[in-house]
């Protein structure tokens, strides 16, 4: 019914343009300026107060801006000097030269910071560069940027006192083929940063990290300065090498400023005798956060807003871009356009313009307006099925909303004041274009709580994204569980969670990429393809994943067990820094409480017994599956594996029983054996002991696994290394010390594994590191392969 009623309209509406066409009147149409909306002044338009000199050499001085002594500014603030010692001439402000006055920035004179070196490292050249701006109606653009040239530096740009503000870039590179020359300064020997709105001083300052020593063939020297970003391009090694350089950034990259009227706002500033904005104009605020206003001329006027008949009404019809096709009448801040009689149209030439009327078709009029009102009935009919469509895919995406928990989530939030808001939330066809439809050439890996794919954003970002199963309503809470948890984790050994998904049939979570599997398969091919995992390498991996569970157990916003410890769920990233995921199984505990009575939930061979039994679970269930991450990090094999003997089945019982009978030297990886000294081992056993002890009350804490575990990566240096003979130290190892663990072996048995001693060379490594990164993430062992 509706339908027929707009295809009816549509068919009245079309006869009667018709009648109008053929009754032979004239069509006058109107239309706004073309100019569009003016918040600027226009630099052809830059105009001095009257009888002022309104240039100095090439700059052209527009009023609010005059020259010193000469009354031509609108007050001492806004005054000029003109340095005629030069050829041109150059106008000054203060001791500060002047490029380019336009209507909401100024450009001046640019300064740097540099430090050269000698192949020696010793300094050749320091200059370091700061800028004031006073009392001034200037600020610092955030069209600028702080930016760092060099290979072996660290450079900081200071605030004043009053904004307490420091920042700042590092540059590290070894090698000149490196460094890109594309024109884009992207991190690797050259850094850029930010800097805040309202700026009015900074002191910049560049330092080098060796003297350049390493780096002085091809970047003799560091600079830093302060300057438009969209003036500077990059060159790379070309720049670095580039004598000139220095001088050609100064001539070349200005320093942006934007300018106000007075501190106070709109609404203050109309209110006073002096304000600056006259006819025909409108005041706009200021965006630098210091107050004070600027002037602009109203759309379909041009000129100098801050002079008494400054913005002029544009006469469009006189124009040469004349807008109209026929007859044109101008009007004070716009035009009309006209069609002669005979003629139809808006009369504006980039429109319909002025059709002549044809009054002997009107058969052919008539078959038209019915062809152009079907083909409307169709659009409308086109239109409403995609709208109903469309409803229909919004409720169903709701439904999914509310089906996978989405109340659930934000109740969760409000109460425990989180924030997935922070986090993106994903579309269900973003996840699939990155995922090529959930391809199974994307699948990362299958657990119990659902399938991880690798999926590539938009933005050439790569991602994990875990896909639940169907689930029921326990499922559904383990999932939101999860969002919960790592919503409130902040930890750099945690996977990070970057988004969710909520309106697929599904509930999707969207990790952080970790680019090298699980500790698991490293473990388990520790012979063979892991050959970097060498005892100071599982001891690191072992102090991140447990100061990980000792930051959710402890410094975490609630106390958080994460229930499901295991190598398996111990991921390594592309510098082989462990990360801890699969938060599904986790709880949070009311921080009234020490252990949490809940249904069992874990895997077999790291489930802890006492857990089992009571159903009471605690902080000591993490520590005892950990105790068995641990085990299988001392000897390479599996938590549970149905191919060893009844007695060896169970490697947690297994390790405890071998260590019992003095002969767990027989089954400690071969890596260990050969690295670690024998005191070293034995401190680790004892340590693997404790937290397999049934009992959990005997189990020390995570924070004490953790500062344990650090203490015994010092011991790095094998004692039978100090041994003169192989014969003295095959004769140590067979016979064993009073009181080792080891037993008696062959000792021809120790060295069946090659081992190498390094795999990366730090000195090859370059790129940029953000000055908030802990000191620890930019130095790495020697013998780490990241």
């Given at each position: ?49 009257p009888g002022c000199i309104n240039k100095c050499g ?568 950990f105790g068995v991450v641990l085990a299988e990090l ?153």
């Open positions: 019914m509706h339908l027929l009623f707009a295809f009816l309209s549509i068919l009245s509406l079309l006869f009667w343009l018709a009648a109008t066409q053929n009754s032979g009147t004239t069509t006058t149409a109107v239309a706004n300026s073309t100019i569009p909306d003016a918040i600027s002044i226009l630099r052809g338009n830059n105009i001095s107060k090439n700059v052209t001085i527009p009023f609010p801006f005059g020259m010193e002594g000469t009354g031509c500014a609108l007050n001492p603030l806004f005054e000029l000097t003109c340095n005629s010692t030069f050829d041109p001439p150059r106008p000054m402000y203060g001791a500060i030269q002047v490029y380019d006055v336009a209507d909401a920035e100024v450009r001046i004179a640019n300064v740097m910071s540099r430090k050269c070196y000698d192949p020696t490292g010793t300094m050749t050249e320091d200059k370091f560069a700061y800028t004031s701006l006073g009392l001034s109606p200037f600020s610092f653009s955030e069209a600028n940027r702080f930016t760092v040239i060099g290979c072996d530096d660290v450079a900081f740009i200071l605030g004043p006192l009053e904004r307490n503000f420091t920042t700042g870039c590092v540059t590290l590179c070894s090698k000149a083929e490196d460094v890109p020359n594309d024109g884009y300064c992207s991190g690797i020997g050259c850094c850029q940063t930010a800097v805040p709105r309202g700026l009015k001083y900074y002191y910049a300052s560049v330092n080098s990290l060796s003297n350049h020593t390493k780096v002085q063939s091809f970047n003799p020297c560091s600079y830093a300065f302060l300057g438009e970003v969209d003036s500077f391009r990059f060159n790379g090694v070309s720049d670095m090498k580039d004598p000139l350089f220095f001088n050609k950034t100064i001539a070349n990259v200005p320093i942006v400023l934007d300018w106000a009227i007075g501190n106070l706002s709109c609404s203050q500033a109309q209110q006073l005798d002096d304000y600056a904005c006259k006819p025909n104009s409108f005041c706009v605020e200021s965006k630098t956060g210091l107050g004070g206003y600027r002037c602009a001329c109203e759309q379909g006027y041009e000129g100098n807003p801050y002079l008494d008949q400054g913005c002029q009404d544009i006469d469009e019809c006189e124009r040469s871009e004349n807008p109209c096709e026929k007859g044109c009448v101008n009007f004070p801040g716009g035009f009309n356009c006209t069609c002669p009689h005979g003629y139809y149209g808006d009369g504006i030439k980039s429109g319909r313009g002025c059709i002549r009327e044809n009054s002997g078709f009107p058969v052919i009029k008539f078959a038209l307006g019915l062809g152009f009102g079907f083909l409307f009935f169709i659009v409308g009919v086109t239109w409403l099925y995609f709208s109903i469509k469309k409803r229909k895919l919004i409720k169903m995406r709701e439904k999914f909303f509310e089906q996978n928990g989405g109340a659930l989530m934000r109740q969760q939030l409000t109460s425990n004041n989180g924030g997935v808001e922070s986090k993106k939330i994903f579309t269900a066809e973003e996840l699939e274009k990155a995922t090529n439809n959930y391809a199974d050439d994307r699948i990362l890996g299958k657990g119990g709580y659902g399938t991880v794919y690798k999926g590539i954003l938009p933005n050439k970002n790569v991602v994990a994204i875990k896909k639940s199963k169907i689930m029921d309503q326990t499922q559904i809470e383990q999932f939101i569980n999860e969002v919960i948890i790592l919503t409130q984790v902040n930890h750099r050994n945690v996977v990070k969670l970057l988004g969710c998904c909520l309106e697929a049939e599904v509930p999707l979570l969207v990790y952080e990429y970790v680019s090298n599997g699980t500790l698991f398969h490293h473990i388990i091919n520790s012979g063979t393809t892991s050959t970097w995992l060498s005892l100071e390498n599982r001891l690191r991996i072992a102090v991140e994943a447990a100061g990980a569970l000792s930051y959710l157990h402890s410094a975490a916003w609630k106390p958080i067990i994460h229930r499901d410890v295991k190598s398996a769920n111990i991921l390594l990233d592309q510098y082989y820094t462990a990360k801890i995921a699969d938060f599904g199984a986790s709880r949070l505990v009311p921080l009234d409480q020490t252990q949490v009575t809940t249904l069992v939930q874990g895997t077999m061979g790291y489930l802890d017994p006492e857990y089992f039994h009571t159903s009471q679970l605690t902080e000591k269930s993490d520590v005892y599956s001392m000897t390479g094999k599996k938590s549970i594996c149905m191919d060893r003997s009844q007695a060896e089945r169970n490697l947690a019982t297994y390790f405890i029983m071998s260590m019992k009978e003095n002969r767990l030297f027989q089954i400690l990886d071969s890596h260990v054996v050969r690295e670690g000294s024998l005191e070293q081992v034995q401190e680790i056993a004892q340590l693997v002991r404790r937290c397999l002890h049934l009992n959990s009350e005997d189990r020390p804490t995570m924070k004490e696994v953790t500062m344990e575990l650090e203490g015994l990566r010092k011991f790095n240096k094998h004692p039978w290394r100090q041994q003169e003979g192989e014969e003295e130290v095959e004769s140590l190892i067979v016979k064993g010390e009073e009181g080792d663990l080891y037993g008696n072996i062959e000792g021809r048995d120790l060295y069946s594994v090659k081992l190498s001693s390094s795999f990366t060379n730090a000195t090859d490594l370059s790129g940029q590191h953000s000055l908030e990164l802990d000191s620890t993430q930019m130095m790495l062992p020697d013998n780490a392969p990241r």
